[in-house]
Every structure is written in C-alpha cells, then in structure tokens.
C-alpha cells in the first residue's frame, strides 16, 4: 500500500525559505509523478506544483516562480521549497502521487493525484 | 488564469441524492475529477477521468458532463457523506492542474 509522509518545520520565518520532504514507502519513485498541494486554514485546496524522475516539471504561476521541486531516488523522496514566505503561505501542505496516462478520445495526457500524505502544517511567523 | 467554479455549499437530507456542479470552459476538452474531504483529513479521489470510481468508492457516487459543466452525484446521502468535494481539471493548455473552490455538502 503506497504511503506519502511529509515532513519539515512547522514554523519559518518571514522572508525565508520553507522547506519540505515527502517520504514515499512501498512503490519507486521513478514510477510516477509527485505533487504539492496546500490549504489555508478555512480555504480550498491548491496545487502547487508537480514534477517526476525525469525532470519534467511544472509550477504554478500563482507562486511567481518562488517555487523548486527536486526528487531523491535514492532515498525514495520528493522535495518543495518556497522561497521567499510570508503569511500568505501559511497553510497545511500535502503531498500526493500523481497518475499521468494518455487518452486517445481527447488526444492528450491527462493526470489526477490518487494517494495523499496525511498533510503538515506551516506557519509562517517572526 | 483558469477557474473552475463550484457552489459554496450544498444541503440534502439523509436518503435523497446531492447534486454538485463544477464549471469550466476548458472541461469539454478535459477529464474532471473529484475529491472528498472530512475535516483534518487529507482529500480522497472518488471519482477520475469524469466518471470512474477507485476501488473501494462506494457505487452511489457517480458524476456526468455535459460541456462545460460537470456534476458530482451522489445517491442515497449518508451522514458520513456529509464533506467538503473538490472538483479538479487541467487548464486549455494542458499544463496546470486547477481545483475548483470547494462545496461544503451538509447532510440535514
């Protein structure tokens, strides 16, 4: 059963850079793609950002290119950083593995996330 | 930047059928998909590609589209339905993943 666990300081300063890791246990991660995703409290989800172990990737232009993925395979994680933070950021992020699959009717790749971490919670303050 | 717009909330009462709708003009081009989510829990995918359901959703979820809207139903509403349900999509370009803002379904 594929489990995603993230990780990383609960609190960061204003002006710095937020950094978080998901550990991914009981599938490769080369196998897939990797997601972020966050909340503010009381508010909808959104997607930050994707990326897999060939180096593709994409950002969400929302985030004004504050945003770096990287993928670890050896230690079988993924990684977010967000540069640059202020309150605006703070939020619960989750990550999420991603299926990508082609579809002849539409002519296109599509992709969803179908398993999520649990989620943790940043704040950012001084 | 794309959107997808979904009511605020939506109230039914134990037994009846909920209906929760999604709109989007990239979505005739485009898969939906849905999420539920309990409070403190992280999103489950209920239903992808418009109308699948994972292994292990209950059948009285189900969702349809018909341009661009796409609506979530959900059937014989239990209290343990009572969430929040996102729908997700992808912009026109195909790049981006977009969510929709969220519909608090309560169950009466």
């Known amino acids: 059963q594929v489990q995603l666990q993230e990780s990383g300081p609960g609190l960061v300063k204003p002006s710095e850079t937020l950094s978080l890791t998901c550990t991914v246990s009981?599938?490769?991660?080369?196998?897939?793609?990797w997601s972020w995703i966050r909340q503010p409290a009381g508010k909808g989800l959104e997607w930050i950002g994707r990326i897999d172990t060939n180096g593709n990737n994409q950002y969400n232009p929302s985030l004004r290119g504050r945003v770096t993925m990287s993928v670890d395979t050896a230690k079988n994680h993924f990684s977010l950083k967000v540069d640059s933070v202020t309150a605006a950021d703070t939020a619960v992020y989750f990550c999420?593995?991603?299926?990508?699959?082609?579809?002849?009717?539409?002519?296109?790749?599509?992709?969803?996330?179908?398993?999520w971490g649990k989620g943790t919670a940043v704040t950012v303050s001084s | 930047s794309y959107e997808l717009t979904q009511p605020p909330s939506v109230s039914v009462s134990p037994g009846q059928t909920a209906r929760i709708s999604c709109s989007g003009d990239a979505l005739p081009k485009q898969y939906s998909y849905w999420y539920q989510q309990k409070p403190g829990l992280a999103p489950v995918l209920i239903i992808f590609k418009d109308s699948e359901r994972p292994s292990g959703i209950p059948e009285r979820f189900s969702a349809s589209s018909a341009g661009t809207v796409v609506t979530l139903v959900i059937s014989g509403v239990q209290a343990e339905d009572e969430a929040d349900y996102y729908c997700q999509s992808a912009d026109s370009s195909n790049t981006y993943v977009v969510f929709g803002g969220g519909t608090k379904l309560t169950v009466l």
């Open positions: 009981s599938v490769s991660i080369s196998s897939s793609f």
């Open positions: 999420a593995r991603g299926r990508r699959a082609y579809s002849y009717g539409l002519n296109l790749y599509y992709y969803y996330m179908d398993v």
